[in-house]
């Protein structure tokens, strides 16, 4: 059974630092690209950051890059989202996603809420 578990999320004040943590089982964690992205009220599903499957090479939105850092654990089948220098405007719900190519697999957490306000 497939499961994506994220946790690490909270109320911080801005400035602040998070660091999330996802937690997958159920399939080959090692080759999957992994993905962070977040949903706003009443805004899309936004992609956040992404690394691959050895880990080496990572891609992030350009309104988190140098604040974010996603890095992956594939021995502990978990993928992190070090979050830095955090704004309101990263107030969100922040997903997970697991995806391959080849075959097609996608699959997604249940979500964590970051808010940040003072």
């Known amino acids: 059974q497939v499961q994506l578990v994220e946790s690490g999320g909270g109320l911080v004040q801005p400035g602040g630092s998070l660091r999330l943590s996802c937690a997958a089982s159920?399939?080959?964690?090692?080759?999957?690209?992994m993905r962070w992205y977040r949903q706003a009220p009443g805004k899309e599903r936004e992609l956040v950051a992404v690394i691959i499957n050895a880990g080496g090479t990572t891609n992030y939105a350009p309104s988190v890059k140098g604040r974010f850092t996603i890095s992956r654990d594939n021995a502990k089948s978990t993928v992190y989202l070090q979050m830095n220098s955090l704004k309101p405007e990263d107030t969100a719900v922040y997903y997970c996603?697991?995806?391959?190519?080849?075959?097609?697999?996608?699959?997604w957490g249940q979500g964590t809420q970051v808010t940040v306000s003072s």
């Open positions: 159920g399939f080959t964690f090692s080759s999957f690209v």
């Open positions: 996603n697991a995806i391959r190519y080849i075959p097609s697999s996608d699959y």
